[in-house]
T-cell receptor, first 114, second 116 residues
Framework: DSGVTQTPKHLITATGQRVTLRCSPRSGDLSVYWYQQSLDQGLQFLIQYYNGEERAKGNILERFSAQQFPDLHSELNLSSLELGDSALYFC?????????????FGSGTRLTVV | AQSVAQPEDQVNVAEGNPLTVKCTYSVSGNPYLFWYVQYPNRGLQFLLKYITGDNLVKGSYGFEAEFNKSQTSFHLKKPSALVSDSALYFCAVRDGDSGGYQKVTFGTGTKLQVIP
């Protein structure tokens, strides 16, 4: 157990729907990062939050949004889902703002859009 | 912009033989370098990092990596491969000199297959 908790582990939904993925960072970590992992595009950085505030944005679609709550857990919202959104979504956390000493990853949420 | 390249999609090695997984990087400042391993249906696990100091970095599970500034490489090595080392390995880099936030950039991953 890495200390980063992601729920649910698996999600199957239809095109056009909206889902919410949840992440609880490792105790003491203030930064949360979201990544998408697909077969054809590898590991893509989506977005980072630090202590409740958006810190950096990567290749995140407009249909996707995220937030980090006062208790530091984070949610990634995916809407108007398309078949191409099927992927593994990982959350990672780090103590500081830049992950100097590395990230701790959760086990991921496997999203299947049908 | 920073980038990292893992030139091999897959590396096959016999059990007991030494293994090398290659990684080259590009950053404008001083590199912070990382290796992660991903087992099937699991998240990435941190193996080792280079921030500064000795060019040979030792990490988890007997892995080590050598930082070579002139060749901008950070190859992952292990003297004797185990079947249980079979997994997907990711190299990652960030620019240690950048102000503010600079995200970590991951390579595309190399699948290591250790053959019994």
């Amino acid at each position: 157990d890495s200390g980063v908790t992601q729920t649910p582990k698996h999600l199957i939904t239809a095109t056009g729907q909206r889902v919410t993925l949840r992440c609880s960072p490792r105790s003491g970590d203030l930064s949360v990062y979201w990544y998408q992992q697909s077969l054809d595009q590898g590991l893509q950085f989506l977005i980072q939050y630090y202590n409740g505030e958006e810190r950096a944005k990567g290749n995140i679609l407009e249909r996707f949004s995220a937030q980090q709550f006062p208790d530091l857990h984070s949610e990634l919202n995916l809407s108007s889902l398309e078949l191409g959104d099927s992927a593994l979504y990982f959350c990672a956390s780090s103590v500081g703002t830049v992950g100097t000493y590395g990230y701790t990853f959760g086990s991921g949420t496997r999203l299947t859009v049908v | 912009a920073q980038s990292v390249a893992q030139p091999e999609d897959q590396v096959n090695v016999a059990e007991g033989n030494p293994l090398t997984v290659k990684c080259t990087y590009s950053v404008s400042g001083n590199p912070y370098l990382f290796w992660y391993v991903q087992y099937p249906n699991r998240g990435l696990q941190f193996l080792l990092k280079y921030i500064t100091g000795d060019n040979l970095v030792k990490g988890s599970y007997g892995f080590e990596a050598e930082f070579n500034k002139s060749q901008t490489s950070f190859h992952l090595k292990k003297p004797s491969a185990l079947v249980s080392d079979s997994a997907l390995y990711f190299c990652a880099v960030r620019d240690g000199d950048s102000g503010g936030y600079q995200k970590v950039t991951f390579g595309t991953g190399t699948k290591l297959q250790v053959i019994p």
